[in-house]
């Protein structure tokens, strides 16, 4: 079992910048990816970005390509989301994600993640 707590979520102006974090703990050495996801009030949840453990390769939604930076600090299993110029539309609930199975791509697809944090609010206003 893998435990993922996630913060950092706020209220923030347009243009302004959060970083959230995700720390794991439990059977983290079988991760190998994690990922942000979010869901705004209404709409299905959607990818944000990824990153693997192994070599650290990103892989991010268009939408904020550009703006957001995903890492990981192994030593502490954390992951963090730095999250620049945001956006009204940047509005949701942001969740962490641990991918266990070693399978390169489909870094959008909810169902291939294995455990999920209980999500961290992050509202952004005009």
């Known amino acids: 079992q893998v435990q993922l707590v996630e913060s950092g979520g706020g209220l923030v102006q347009a243009g302004g910048s959060l970083r959230l974090s995700c720390a794991a703990s439990?059977?983290?050495?079988?991760?190998?990816?994690m990922g942000w996801f979010r869901q705004a009030l209404g709409k299905e949840r959607e990818f944000v970005a990824a990153?693997?453990?192994?070599?650290?390769?990103?892989y991010y939604a268009d939408s904020v390509k550009g703006r957001f930076t995903i890492s990981r600090d192994n030593a502490k299993n954390t992951v963090y989301l730095q999250m620049n110029m945001l956006k009204p539309e940047d509005t949701a609930v942001y969740y962490c994600a641990v991918r266990e199975s070693a399978v390169f791509g489909g870094w959008s697809m909810t169902r291939l993640y294995d455990y999920w944090g209980q999500g961290t609010q992050v509202t952004v206003s005009s």
């Open positions: 439990g059977r983290t050495f079988s991760s190998y990816a």
């Open positions: 990153i693997v453990r192994s070599d650290s390769s990103t």
